[in-house]
């Protein structure tokens, strides 16, 4: 188990508190929101460059059990992982 669906599964148990999420007024899910956040910084670093300054890749491989070094390969592995969060088959 990776320590994302370690995660997933405690808040969803309800015994980790996560910071609420907003959106146009509307509360979102806070652990769709850093999928969210963490597609949008591997499709920039895919495409060669990097989300921010002093962004690292390696926290984000460990966290999401990502394998590989190739930056393609890491986006295809984390959108397989990203829609089978949004299917809900992970985190169960």
């Given amino acids: 188990m990776t320590p994302f669906e370690q995660k997933l599964r405690e808040y969803r148990e309800g015994n ?45 491989k460990q966290f999401f059990g990502l394998k590989g070094s190739d930056r393609k ?4 592995q984390f959108e397989a992982l990203y829609e089978s969060y949004r299917r809900g088959d992970i985190g169960e």
């Fill in 16 to 60: 980790v508190a996560l910071p609420s999420v907003t959106y146009q007024g509307k509360k979102v899910d806070p652990m769709g929101y850093q999928l969210a956040v963490t597609k949008f910084q591997l499709g920039l670093y895919a495409s060669g460059m990097l989300p921010h300054r002093g962004w690292k890749v390696t926290p984000i």
């Fill in 73 to 76: 390969s890491l986006l295809t």
